[in-house]
């Protein structure tokens, strides 16, 4: 460990300690870790924004959250598909403390949503979840009223594009079938990465651990020396078994180790990274605690921390993430397996985000058309996504999808 990353450790650990209580009435939720340093949203945005509703409506197949200011201008978001397992929690526990609230009160109005009438007793991913898709639907509103791409609400853009890496999930056994698709979507994309899936999600049978032996080598064999490789376990194995398996991926060259252990398994994970030297150990997409976050990247568990954008409650958490990261010397890479609007938090986060790690995730299906009722169509060319510098989150909906639109919440 060097010198600075040590004080930095230090310095973190012992504020920590010095001030355990997280409920102190002047300070928002995990205020006294690392913490994105947002401009003052009240001088951006002159007058105030107060948001008339949040509503929850189905169009397209999809759940939208809808933010509407008082001037009837709307922020939106597309939800990811837990949110029709959530719409209780978004009803019930979310929606009242944005409604009838200046948007430009928004780190406030995130931790009202978390604390207040005891929320946080339902605190993880359902929670955050929830109030991730109304804060992502709220910056829309900023942006569009701003006339800026949230990005520059948020802080100093650094990049206006990134790199990707194909996110494939395919676990199936005909492997030579699987890898010819990768060498399609790498050909059809230009990108110059892939994550690959290894072991079962959440368990190991000898059929995963036959594929998973025959298909790393067959991966950099077809592909090449050149491909960066990101295999991901989804919590698949036992501490010693992602040992074993991590010398594996070493020897074949690969880049990444996300999830070999449950994600709650913080001994078991930490045992597997210290043990491994090429590889670096990713993980933190089902994470949604700022502390557990901190603790993550102090003690080593992960070289790399993956929160999602959504599951943790949003864009400001996802960047307060990336702050946890670099006080620890670490890099962030969110999970963000998307290739349709859901995408669109993440392009705001990625212009600005100084610890960015590497190759973006980026998931394409062969022979794929661009929707109709958006745009612009999201698409990768020379490996290279661009990120939008228009209003608000970057996506225009057609005004006809609203008008068959079913409202749930
Ligand atoms: O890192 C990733 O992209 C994943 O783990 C993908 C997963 O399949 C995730 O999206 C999920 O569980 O639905």
Redesign the pocket.
């Known amino acids: 460990m060097q010198r600075r990353q040590f004080l930095q450790k230090t310095i973190v650990s012992s504020s920590l300690l010095a001030n355990p209580s997280v409920f102190n009435q002047n300070q928002t939720a995990g205020s006294e870790l690392p913490a994105w340093k947002l401009p003052d949203l009240h001088k951006a945005i002159a007058d105030p924004v107060l948001i008339r509703s949040v509503e929850l409506l189905k169009t397209q197949g999809q759940l939208m959250v809808v933010v509407t200011a008082q001037d009837g201008t709307k922020g939106i978001t597309q939800c990811n598909e837990r949110m029709q397992n959530l719409t209780s929690l978004l009803k019930g526990l979310v929606i009242e403390h944005f409604t009838g609230k200046d948007a430009r009160d928004l780190p406030q109005l995130i931790d009202d949503s978390y604390r207040l009438n005891s929320n946080y007793k339902y605190a993880g991913m359902s929670l955050w979840n929830c109030i991730g898709s109304v804060e992502i639907a709220v910056w829309d509103l900023l942006g569009r009223l701003s006339k800026k791409p949230v990005y520059q609400l948020l802080g100093k853009p650094l990049r206006n594009q990134y790199e990707v890496y194909i996110?494939d999930?395919d676990r199936g056994t005909d492997t030579a079938d699987v890898v010819e698709r990768l060498a399609q979507k790498l050909a059809a994309t230009g990108a110059k990465g892939v994550?690959i899936k290894v072991g079962g999600r959440m368990r190991n049978t000898p059929e995963d651990d036959r594929r998973t032996r025959l298909f790393v080598p067959l991966v950099r064999k077809k592909l090449g020396s050149k491909i960066t490789i990101y295999a991901?376990a989804?919590g698949s194995y036992t501490p010693e078994e992602g040992i074993e398996i991590g010398h594996m991926l070493e020897d074949n060259g690969v880049a990444i180790f996300?999830e070999p252990c449950n994600f709650e398994d913080e001994e078991g994970l930490r045992r597997v990274n210290k043990s491994l030297t090429k590889l670096r150990l990713a993980g933190g997409?089902q994470d949604t605690s700022l502390y557990r976050f901190e603790r993550l990247a102090r003690t080593d568990v992960y070289d790399l921390l993956q929160a999602d954008i959504y599951y943790n409650g949003g864009i400001l958490r996802g960047l307060q993430v990336a702050e946890i990261a670099r006080t620890y010397g670490k890099t962030i890479a969110p999970?963000t397996?998307k290739s349709d609007p859901l995408i669109a938090p993440f392009w705001h986060l990625a212009a600005i985000c100084p610890n960015l790690y590497g190759l973006q995730?980026f998931v394409y299906e062969l022979n794929s058309k661009p929707a109709t009722w958006y745009e612009p169509a999201i698409r990768v060319q020379g490996g290279v996504m661009q990120i939008p510098n228009t209003p608000g989150l970057g996506i225009n909906y057609d005004e006809q999808i609203w008008k068959s639109a079913e409202r749930i919440v």
């Open positions: 996110s999930f994550k991901d989804n996300e997409e999970h397996p995730e």
